[in-house]
């Protein structure tokens, strides 16, 4: 009785599991983690705990009733806490904000560029996107801004605002007891009516790795966490979006090393992005069912379908549309596999927003 009255202390509808989670926290003695979440606007708190069920993904056989393995598991109610912690840290629902750079040094050049490109920006309320924009290269350091432009449904030239770099977020702690941490190349787009539209966002996936099958990460990298599904133009900003950002990877991490079971070189890493950027999963599950001993002649056999002496074959590959048909023929065909004919937009060579 007393877990259900001090569950009823959490604003929000709770599921089953969201209600399981949030007793285990309860009859825990967490109470210091617990009066965090009481701080969490109505509604968010629900959402936390998908967050902190997302950190067991995939479940394995024994954790299909996840709230039974974390109350029986040998140390899993231990693991569980841990992972409550890690996404509380830096959480903006628990107060977080980023502490700016403040030395002039690095502040005056921000302000300077910004003031530099701002005529030539074509947004109509500029006061807003100056704020917002000087607030996010201050806080996160690491994103860096630039022009761009971007041609509307009508054809019209618009010069909008863009950041690209890194973020940090979490994934458990070392041997020493600190929080690893790991880093997501990013990319934020004002558009036009920005606050009143919200940002677009993508991760910039790198060569070496592809995106998880994740919740708020669709396969061409756009982001849509509940932050930006919820975006209010009056209050919203993107300090808070990218502090949401990287509490979000860390719940799930948004990419994970490209394995097919061998040592694979740079080059043939590329040419295995290709196929998943493009969406032909297929063929990457085709390469992966090789054995390991044909892997390497197989990439051998792709390469040596193409003359002329290419140093960048992937690079050759994307530059046109014509090449990724090829390509994906050439692929199909050595695997013994149909090629489709649907390629799906990558977001380095046609960024498309939903």
């Not at 761009?148 to 070392?174: A, K, M, S, T, W």
């Not at 919203?236 to 860390?250: E, P």
């Not at 199909?332 to 380095?348: Q, S, Y």
Request: hydrophobic share 35%; net charge neutral; aromatic share 12%.
């Amino acid at each position: 009785m007393e877990t259900a009255q001090r569950r009823a202390t959490l604003r929000g509808d709770f599921t089953e599991d969201q209600a399981g989670l949030a007793n285990i926290l309860a009859d825990a003695g967490e109470s210091e983690l617990y009066n965090l979440l009481r701080n969490f606007p109505y509604g968010k708190v629900p959402e936390f705990f998908d967050q902190v069920k997302r950190r067991y993904l995939p479940l394995r056989p024994h954790q299909k009733n996840l709230v039974e393995y974390i109350k029986n598991g040998s140390g899993a109610r231990l693991k569980f806490i841990e992972i409550v912690q890690e996404l509380l840290i830096e959480n903006p629902y628990n107060g977080f904000s980023p502490t700016p750079v403040r030395h002039i040094a690095f502040r005056e050049p921000v302000w300077n560029y910004l003031e530099k490109i701002w005529p030539s920006l074509s947004y109509s309320n500029k006061c807003v996107v100056f704020d917002h924009s000087y607030r996010l290269l201050i806080s996160y350091t690491e994103l860096k801004s630039r022009k761009v432009e971007h041609r509307d449904d009508q054809g019209h030239c618009e010069n909008l605002l863009e950041f690209r770099g890194y973020i940090d977020y979490f994934r458990g702690r070392d041997m020493l007891g600190k929080y690893r941490v790991f880093k997501a190349s990013i990319g934020i787009r004002l558009p036009m009516s920005y606050p009143y539209v919200r940002p677009h966002v993508w991760i910039d996936c790198p060569d070496y790795a592809m995106i998880t099958h994740h919740l708020n990460v669709a396969p061409n990298g756009v982001v849509t966490i509940p932050y930006l599904t919820d975006w209010v133009e009056d209050t919203s900003d993107l300090v808070t979006l990218v502090s949401h950002l990287r509490v979000d990877f860390t719940s799930q991490g948004p990419h994970y090393p490209i394995d097919l079971g061998i040592c694979l070189s740079d080059e043939q890493k590329k040419l295995v992005k290709i196929l998943v950027d493009y969406g032909q999963l297929y063929l990457c599950e085709g390469i992966q069912a090789l054995p390991a001993n044909e892997k390497i002649a197989f990439f051998n056999k792709v390469i040596g379908r193409y003359t002329g002496d290419h140093k960048d074959l992937a690079h050759h590959i994307r530059a046109t549309k014509e090449g990724l048909i090829e390509y994906i023929k050439i692929v199909a065909e050595l695997l013994g596999l149909p090629r489709t004919l649907k390629i799906i937009a990558n977001l380095e060579s046609d960024i498309v927003f939903p």
